[in-house]
């Protein structure tokens, strides 16, 4: 039984060593670290990226390009004018009131001030050369599409006269509203 017993120990003290020795750390004999097994931290990269001098040149491309996105940017801010205003006009309805004319009054002045204001928007953009045709056109493009909407608002209301309103046959207009009474007795 001692036998026994005594073997049974001596297997699990040999499993004990086999499992350290599994998840132990050998020392080299040298005391150089070798690269070859080192991998490199995460994000490096090799190379030499001092200045070369070549930088300028991309730099100033990156700049022209921040510059036509930002003319770009200025030439589609139309667009929001012409969004809210016809939320505007929505809401204002077609009725003659002093709300509905003078959002009429801003929404046709928004998009004559942004013509006659043209060149002084794109001002800051025309000493970096940059081409500024395309930005200009859209611009203009957008702040006639904001007056047209204008147009198409009053003649909607019956404000802007129209070829077939001058004609000698008066155009008659149904009435909105009927009215009756009656006596009782």
Same mark, same amino acid.
């Given at each position: 039984?001692?036998?026994? #017993?005594?073997?049974?120990?001596? +297997?699990?003290? #040999?499993?004990? @060593?086999?499992?350290?020795?599994? %998840?132990?750390?050998?020392?080299?004999?040298?005391?150089?670290?070798?690269?070859?097994?080192?991998?490199?931290?995460?994000? %490096?990269? &090799?190379?030499?990226?001092?200045?070369?001098? !070549? !930088?300028?040149?991309?730099?100033? $491309?990156? =700049?022209?390009?921040?510059?036509?996105? +930002? #003319?770009m940017a200025t030439a589609s801010s139309p667009m929001k004018q012409i969004l809210m205003t016809g939320v505007m006009m929505f809401m204002s309805g077609n009725t003659l009131q002093i709300f509905s004319i003078m959002m009429l009054g801003m929404a046709m002045w928004t998009p $004559?001030?942004?013509?006659?204001?043209? *060149?002084?928007?794109?001002?800051? %953009?025309? !000493?970096? *050369?940059? !081409?500024?045709? =395309?930005?200009?056109? $859209?611009?203009? &493009?957008?702040?006639? *599409? *904001?007056? #047209?909407?204008?147009?198409?608002? @009053? +003649? %909607? =209301?019956?404000?802007?006269?129209?070829?077939?309103?001058?004609?000698?046959?008066?155009?008659?207009?149904?009435?909105?509203?009927?009215?009756?009474?009656? $006596?009782?007795?």
């Amino acid at each position: 039984m001692k036998n026994r #017993a005594s073997h049974s120990n001596e +297997s699990k003290a #040999a499993t004990r @060593l086999k499992f350290t020795r599994n %998840y132990a750390l050998e020392e080299e004999s040298s005391n150089t670290v070798s690269t070859n097994k080192v991998s490199p931290p995460v994000g %490096y990269f &090799a190379g030499d990226f001092r200045n070369t001098g !070549d !930088d300028s040149n991309v730099r100033r $491309i990156h =700049m022209d390009e921040k510059i036509k996105r +930002s #003319a770009m940017a200025t030439a589609s801010s139309p667009m929001k004018q012409i969004l809210m205003t016809g939320v505007m006009m929505f809401m204002s309805g077609n009725t003659l009131q002093i709300f509905s004319i003078m959002m009429l009054g801003m929404a046709m002045w928004t998009p $004559i001030r942004g013509l006659l204001e043209t *060149g002084k928007v794109f001002e800051r %953009y025309e !000493d970096r *050369g940059v !081409d500024l045709v =395309m930005p200009k056109l $859209i611009y203009i &493009a957008l702040n006639l *599409g *904001g007056f #047209a909407l204008v147009c198409w608002k @009053l +003649s %909607y =209301m019956g404000l802007l006269p129209s070829t077939w309103e001058l004609s000698p046959v008066p155009r008659l207009r149904m009435p909105l509203e009927f009215s009756s009474g009656g $006596i009782t007795s």
